[in-house]
């Protein structure tokens, strides 16, 4: 048995157990004066937090939850910048047994109210600078079904979140939800319908620490600092719970995005170990600011969307270390990896995202049969699921008829959604999403939310959202309008439907560009046809329209 073969099956041994208590390997496990996070503000001062620290805030929080209801099973959302008040309620939340579902601070009342209503949340932490958009409103309940806790001055009705973290501890051991025990929701956007719900098991923990092992190669004395949101998956699973399940201490930047910022916290804080999605390492190159002089760097690493391989060379240039890519999903963490880790690191092939990590087996099937395509051969990337001991995604929340789609009719692969190839020794290439998700700045951006709240606006007859390419970005929003009669094409609509997307939806998945036209091109059926207006878009800007 190989080495990491050998340490797939102790991570399976480790996150396995019946008895697993997620608090537990999370927090109390670890030396109480270890630190778990490292939080920054926008003026680079910083406090730490240990793990002493954060089990005694998560337990005080966990019992005042519990005088709220919360208990094992129940959901509770949280809409929390990256504050000291993130992970402790976290903790407080799996040391209940309850189930974490993560709400982005970028959201709109209506994406958050779809979430908190779907999750069946029972009770929702919000921070006070978010609490207004839980007001009651057009996309907000009157009388929702959740208690609304408020960090900073709450509002009529709202109970204190200092309050509750003053409660006294009890002496309740963690709850045990045992490896196939929930231990978040979080929601996934797709082509058609409402976003899908993907419940995440505690025995997923293995696949996490898998990659923080095999893909990011973070050790000890690391200074780990993963960029993306934690109300995104690769956020969640990397920039909070794999670091806390191996006792890392983990960089919680509480800031927008901004060049300067990003190289003064690499250079200040001496971050060995960056992980972040291709179009901040865009943003840093194009930004005119050099790199600062003495980085520690020592891995970096992208995921969320495919890398230029042009990042690759500018990075040993400027970072002195190249960027490795890595490809995953909400559904199933990373699973393919230009792996860090001594034992797999080999060199980088320019355009390819790597190689299965161990763990999992990885294949491209044929467009028309659900047998593996010849190497070199475009077809649909695939998970062999007998062969991928750390596969724990099973079917979407409450849909079976999507969840039935995402696997073949024999139950033996799960379809990714995504196109590619694998060429003779086993290295895979991204082509494209064989569905519509548009991935912009690594978050995954479903058509029909977008369409959904422009489809609302008394000028629209009907929509149609794509990506488009964008050199900053990956891609952004675009829209395709057809106006009801009486309304007529016009800058100021263009600005209002994007304000309106901006207000109700989420604040970076605005339409760039609002396109007004006669008709949308469509199935016999009357499917709208997504690719045709990309396809139109793509060789309109390769003319430079």
């Known amino acids: 048995m190989s080495h990491s073969a050998q340490r797939v099956a102790e991570l399976q041994a480790e996150y396995g157990s019946p008895d697993l208590a997620v608090a537990h390997l999370l927090c109390d496990r670890h030396p109480a004066d270890a630190v778990a996070a490292t939080l920054v503000d926008p003026d680079l001062e910083t406090v730490d937090l240990t793990y002493g620290e954060l089990r005694e805030r998560s337990e005080r929080l966990a019992a005042g939850l519990a005088t709220l209801g919360v208990g094992p099973g129940s959901r509770v959302a949280a809409l929390l910048p990256k504050t000291v008040e993130l992970p402790v ?3 407080a939340i799996w040391r209940l047994g309850a189930v974490y579902v993560p709400l982005f601070t970028a959201f709109a009342p209506q994406a958050i109210a779809l979430r908190l209503l779907a999750s069946g949340a029972s009770v929702v932490i919000a921070d006070a600078g978010q609490r207004p958009k839980l007001d009651p409103g057009e996309d907000m309940p009157s009388d929702p079904p959740w208690t609304i806790v408020t960090v900073g001055e709450p509002a009529a009705g709202d109970v204190r979140f200092d309050d509750l973290a003053a409660t006294p501890a009890s002496d309740a051991v963690p709850v ?3 490896a196939d025990g929930p231990m978040v929701q979080l929601y996934t956007s797709g082509t058609t319908g409402r976003p899908k719900g993907v419940v995440v098991p505690a025995r997923a923990l293995a696949s996490m620490v898998a990659y923080q092992e095999f893909g990011l190669d973070v050790s000890p004395d690391d200074v780990f600092w ?4 934690p109300g995104w998956a690769y956020g969640l699973y990397y920039a909070l719970i794999a ?12 800031a927008g995005f901004s060049a300067r910022l990003t190289w003064d916290v690499l250079a200040n804080l001496g971050v060995t170990n960056v992980a972040s999605a291709p179009t901040v390492y865009r943003a840093l190159r194009s930004s005119g600011i050099a790199a600062p002089a003495g980085l520690a760097l020592r891995r ?3 995921a969320g969307e495919p890398l230029n391989p042009d990042i690759v060379t500018w990075a040993q240039d400027a970072l002195g270390v190249p960027v490795r890519d890595h490809y995953g999903q909400t559904e199933l963490g990373m699973v393919v990896i230009n792996g860090w ?5 080999a060199p980088i092939r320019p355009g390819s995202m790597g190689r299965p990590m161990p763990g999992f087996t990885i294949g491209v099937l044929a467009e028309d049969s659900d047998e593996p395509a010849a190497p070199g051969s475009l077809g649909r990337v695939a998970v062999n699921i007998a062969d991928s ?7 979407y929340d409450g849909d079976p008829a999507t969840s039935a789609e995402k696997f073949t009719a024999d139950g033996r692969w799960y379809l990714t959604g995504d196109a590619g190839q694998v060429d003779d020794d086993g290295y895979l290439f991204f082509s494209s999403r064989d569905d519509d998700v548009i991935i912009m700045a690594g978050y995954r951006i479903g058509p029909f939310d977008i369409e959904s709240v422009l489809s609302a606006h008394p000028a629209v007859a009907e929509t149609a959202v794509v990506g488009v390419p964008d050199a900053a970005r990956g891609e952004v929003v675009e829209a395709f309008v057809v106006l009801r009669a009486g309304f007529e094409p016009a800058d100021a609509l263009a600005v209002e439907l994007a304000t309106l997307v901006k207000t109700r939806y989420a604040a970076h998945a605005y339409p760039r560009r609002v396109h007004f036209t006669d008709e949308l091109p469509k199935t016999p059926s009357g499917k709208i046809q997504r690719f045709v207006l990309r396809a139109q878009r793509r060789e309109e800007l390769g003319r430079g329209i």
């Open 89 to 91: 309620t976290l903790l």
């Open 176 to 178: 045990a939800v045992g």
């Open 226 to 229: 993963n960029g993306a949101d």
């Open 243 to 254: 670091p806390l399940a191996t006792g890392r201490c983990t960089v919680l930047l509480n």
């Open 300 to 302: 970096c690493s992208s």
């Open 341 to 345: 880790h001594p034992d797999l690191e």
């Open 389 to 395: 001991p750390l596969m724990w995604f099973s079917g």
